[in-house]
């Protein structure tokens, strides 16, 4: 296929109006219909008195909300809504199980089902997605810039084009070929909030995708300019703050329904921004499992059209949240062994040194498509075919059916969304990509730890910053020692290493350490006047240590080799 521009695709649909996001909010208000009936129909199988719980759960926790963590976003109505639901409740407090009592609770869930269900669909308006997508040109290109001058000017001149710095690999061409025999749903990494921005930029400007149906934090209608976009972009509305099952199963029925209607669809399975800075091991099940409900679903229909699960790995150099995010996992999985230690960034003049590194430096962003695969997790080919573990054709209608016919089964389709975790996650490892700032990151960490091997994490985490000093030397012995067989899996596909790692031992490190200073006001790493290697801040220096941590890499190492390691040498504290 001729690409219009080098590096980038044409879109598979020139028209919006073909999208099938468009064509799923041209009919909103039946597909909100639907919704609500699908969710309904699943609740009104419980006994009453078990709904009745619920229903009682529900409103205390949701007055709860109102009062101790509103937002502005909320509607104005909240706290009489609940109010009137509770009322109604009470209505039948003292009732037994008997059908008065079932209708008046059918009311009551469907009004909590609507309420829900409209707050969580969005819309999509064509003209405000077209200017999104030159606004975030505009912004991109300015973020991504290769300008390492200080002059202000240099910010507004026209720079390397946004695609270069926003690189894709993977199967494309098989990915895009599946957009007209099937539903094509993308399960990415998460480590920032800027991932959906990153992610529905690259797959629209550079893939020529049409637009996902996904997920976004309802904290991101919150005010003004965001709120507008976001209700206008065909994103649906996700509350962390409800957690009750009701509204859990309704953003369950909006993603299965969609996903039935042949709207191409995004979602994180790992729930929520990594804390640790490790690619997710472990998925949420929930919204995963609507995909295997909806293939289900589509063969009971007599359709022959597939749910493709495409993975995806976001690979930074720098993660903007870097620092708040390892604290809340320190702060998590420490308990009484963390100590949180006071935040030296917040100086005027680091700040305004961060703020600049923003407007003038680069860095690149990677976005590593996995192969495609189907619910059940076996890999596709180009025709959207699955694929035995031979290689031979595999027809996966036979996996739902029970004696010659389509039918549900709740342990069964369970299994099958385990098993399509597992798969996705041994994606994620295959395709990512490791970046010089990863491995640096990794290596240094490892010598600290090494060092002071005494001492438990928590407490490598609470020795003072600045009185590590690494030897240059030290590091590029390591870097040295561990490329050939890195190499080596990068051939037999374990992971991804980037161009950047091919490269010279010095350049390596050079340009893992300059990545690693680019965003952070304390920086995880930096040179100092001997050129030896120091850190301002730990606890982020482990951050980026965490997504290697997985390959046990350090077991390549013989931390006693005297000529290898040159003891160790570490500033002493």
């Not at 957690?243 to 369950?252: D, G, R, S, T």
């Not at 996705?424 to 091997?453: D, G, T, W």
Request: positive net charge; contains cysteine; glycine residues 6%.
């Amino acid at each position: 296929m001729k690409n219009k521009i080098k590096g980038t695709f044409p879109p598979i649909y020139k028209n919006i109006q073909d999208w099938p996001i468009y064509k799923l909010h041209q009919k909103r208000d039946a597909f909100v219909d639907a919704v609500c009936e699908y969710v309904l129909e699943h609740f009104m199988k419980t006994p009453t008195s078990a709904l009745k719980k619920l229903v009682a759960e529900t409103i205390y926790k949701e007055k709860s909300r109102v009062k101790q963590e509103p937002w502005k976003v909320d509607p104005q109505d909240d706290s009489l809504f609940w109010n009137k639901i509770n009322s109604q409740l009470l209505k039948i407090a003292d009732q037994s199980n008997n059908k008065e009592s079932k209708i008046v609770l059918e009311k009551i869930m469907s009004q909590i089902i609507r309420r829900y269900v409209e707050e969580i669909v969005g819309t999509f308006n064509d003209k405000t997605f077209k200017f999104g997508r030159r606004f975030l040109t505009f912004f991109f290109s300015r973020l991504l810039n290769t300008s390492t001058s200080g002059r202000f000017r240099r910010y507004f001149r026209p720079k390397l084009s946004l695609y270069q710095k926003l690189k894709t690999h993977g199967p494309l061409e098989n990915i895009r070929g599946l957009f007209d025999k099937g539903t094509v749903v993308v399960v990415p990494t998460h480590f920032s909030n800027l991932d959906s921005i990153l992610l529905g930029y690259a797959m629209d400007g550079i893939v020529g995708l049409p637009s996902f149906y996904y997920g976004a934090g309802l904290n991101l209608y919150n005010s003004g300019a965001p709120a507008y976009f976001m209700n206008r972009m065909g994103t649906y509305r996700v509350d962390r703050r409800k957690k009750n099952p009701i509204y859990l199963f309704c953003l369950k029925g909006v993603s299965n329904l969609a996903i039935q209607n042949g709207t191409n669809s995004l979602f994180f399975p790992g729930g929520t921004r990594s804390r640790s800075g490790a690619i997710e091991n472990k998925l949420k099940l929930g919204l995963l499992g609507t995909t295997v409900e909806a293939q289900r679903f589509k063969f009971e229909a007599n359709s022959d059209k597939k749910v493709f699960i495409v993975p995806l790995v976001m690979s930074y150099n720098f993660v903007l949240e870097a620092r708040s995010l390892i604290e809340q996992h320190l702060k998590k999985t420490g308990k009484e062994q963390y100590l949180k230690t006071k935040d030296e960034s917040s100086s005027f003049r680091k700040l305004t040194k961060f703020i600049w590194k923003i407007i003038t430096e680069s860095s690149d962003i990677t976005l590593s498509f996995g192969e495609p695969m189907d619910v059940l997790g076996n890999p596709v080919n180009a025709e959207g075919v699955s694929l035995n573990k031979n290689g031979d054709p595999l027809d996966i209608r036979s996996y739902f059916m029970n004696k010659d016919k389509i039918n549900r089964d709740r342990q069964r389709e369970s299994e099958y969304t385990r098993i399509l975790s597992e798969k996705i996650v041994e994606s994620y490892q295959r395709n990512n990509i490791i970046m010089s700032s990863h491995l640096v990151a990794f290596l240094c960490f490892k010598i600290i730890q090494q060092h002071f091997k005494e001492l438990d994490l928590y407490g490598v985490l609470r020795l003072p910053s600045d009185e590590f000093e690494i030897k240059k030397d030290v590091l590029v012995n390591l870097v040295a020692h561990v490329l050939p067989a890195m190499e080596i899996n990068h051939q037999n596909k374990k992971y991804k290493l980037s161009e950047v790692l091919f490269k010279d031992v010095a350049t390596i490190i050079a340009d893992g350490v300059k990545n690693l200073g680019i965003f952070h006001a304390q920086k995880p790493l930096s040179f100092n006047s001997k050129g030896n290697i120091v850190t301002e801040d730990i606890k982020t220096l482990y951050y980026y240590h965490n997504r290697l941590d997985l390959y046990g890499i350090e077991k390549n190492i013989n931390w006693k080799d005297e000529a290898l390691i040159g003891g160790l040498k570490i500033k002493e504290i």
